[in-house]
């Protein structure tokens, strides 16, 4: 134990007792004061188990928990006990994980992208280990954080259409170039770093990756650094209908750590796991605060629904084509709704959903969102300023 989380971080459930029987007691007393907030539910015994499974399922990998993906405190609090480092990609996450004590060589600034305040804080709280992908980045660590331990971050070798995101990393072309400025500079590299992007991960592209991230270790060896480090991103799949992807995933990893990476080389794999910790431990509830009808249909559509809007007052990120459910199942005999779905009002950028057949709501009806626990919690307590909902976190006996 490291005595990081204890009894009073969490509420203590007995095996069998699941996160809708919490909700619904909790939605009972809430009802009960006419409390209408928006709150979380969070099984941290659901984290436990994938920590273990990723541990099983890759057990050369060493995870660090990307910050930005659930800065929440019984999350970090957790992921810290059970040993994880964490990704930080600016000084206030850095703060964050070291607010609870996790020291600084468990925590990688991870940013491709770093101000030079928050570098120097980095800096100046013992954080090490950083990544560059060109020279302006790597200029500014030389200047201001002379003892940091750089990863050179490559280019993931993707198809751009299956991984729009990935915009960051240097070319293998020019590796050699950069590494040789960071020699100059007196810059201390010590090994490699890449991120596939998140969304419709191909197993292939890892393999692809090490084989490039591999080419660069040579490279570096021979401009004589101590190359001893690789980070393989994120980007594994969360939920648990994902599983033959993630063993898919996870077979190609090994095979290919071991094909370019072999065991006992010297070199040590860490990994950025994010929505694969978090996403299917979190369940959100939120209550209908407004309604207001919208036009009825154009002629030519079947008629039978009216455009509606429903409007919910809470504050955090729902991610597109996230899963709505009902407390109540909704009744046959009542029609559906095609319906629009709106977060606080007066943010035009909350609009969740549109054409939604939603069953016919009252102010005051909840809704559960599943899978809610990745990038949907801010790390600054207020988002425009509203409120962040509580989150109560839970954890079964056999769990803890
Ligand atoms: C650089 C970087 N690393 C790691 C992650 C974690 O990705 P995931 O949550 O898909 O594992 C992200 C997500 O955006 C990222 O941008």
């Given at each position: ?105 468990k925590i990688f600034y991870s940013s491709p992208c770093k101000q030079v305040a928050h570098i120097k804080y980095a800096a100046s709280h013992g954080v090490q280990l950083m990544t560059f992908d060109n020279e302006v980045e790597l200029s500014k660590v030389a200047r201001s954080h002379p003892r940091a331990r750089m990863l050179l971050g490559i280019a993931a070798d993707s198809s751009p259409s299956a991984h729009p995101s990935m915009t960051f990393g240097a070319t293998l072309k020019s590796c050699q170039h950069l590494l040789e400025t960071a020699k100059e500079q007196a810059v201390e590299v010590v090994g490699i770093s890449f991120h596939l ?204």
């Amino acid at each position: 134990m490291n005595q990081y989380l204890n009894e009073s971080n969490f509420m203590m459930v007995e095996e069998g007792f699941t996160t809708r029987d919490l909700l619904e007691n909790l939605l009972v007393e809430l009802c009960q004061v006419s409390d209408q907030q928006a709150f979380f539910v969070a099984d941290l015994g659901d984290v436990v188990k994938k920590h273990l499974h990723f541990l099983k399922a890759l057990p050369r990998v060493k995870p660090y928990f990307p910050v930005k993906c659930n800065g929440s405190e019984g999350v970090i609090r957790l992921l810290a006990e059970l040993g994880t480092g964490f990704a930080c990609t600016n000084k206030a996450e850095i703060a964050r994980v070291q607010s609870i004590g996790v020291p600084a060589e468990k925590i990688f600034y991870s940013s491709p992208c770093k101000q030079v305040a928050h570098i120097k804080y980095a800096a100046s709280h013992g954080v090490q280990l950083m990544t560059f992908d060109n020279e302006v980045e790597l200029s500014k660590v030389a200047r201001s954080h002379p003892r940091a331990r750089m990863l050179l971050g490559i280019a993931a070798d993707s198809s751009p259409s299956a991984h729009p995101s990935m915009t960051f990393g240097a070319t293998l072309k020019s590796c050699q170039h950069l590494l040789e400025t960071a020699k100059e500079q007196a810059v201390e590299v010590v090994g490699i770093s890449f991120h596939l992007g998140s969304c419709g991960l191909e197993p292939q592209a890892f393999a692809q990756s090490v084989a490039a991230a591999q080419m660069a270790f040579e490279m570096g060896t021979e401009l004589g650094y101590r190359m001893h480090l690789l980070d393989i991103g994120g980007g594994i799949p969360s939920t648990e209908d994902t599983r033959a992807q993630f063993e898919e995933i996870a077979a190609v990893i090994n095979s290919t750590l071991d094909l370019y990476f072999p065991d006992g080389c010297g070199v040590e794999i860490i990994a950025r796991p994010g929505r694969y910790y978090v996403n299917s431990a979190f369940t959100f509830a939120a209550s209908i605060t407004a309604m207001e009808e919208g036009p009825t249909e154009q002629p030519g559509s079947d008629g039978r629904a009216e455009a509606r809007q429903v409007t919910g007052h809470w504050c955090i990120l729902i991610p597109c084509g996230c899963s709505i459910f009902f407390l109540q199942k909704p009744c046959p005999d009542h029609p559906s709704h095609s319906s629009s779905l709106w977060g606080p009002p007066g943010h035009a950028e909350d609009r969740i959903a549109d054409g939604l057949e939603l069953p016919e709501l009252q102010v005051g009806d909840w809704l559960i969102f599943k899978d809610m626990g990745a990038y949907t919690i801010a790390t600054s307590p207020s988002l425009g300023g509203c409120p962040q909902p509580q989150i109560t976190y839970a954890m079964s006996r056999v769990a803890w």
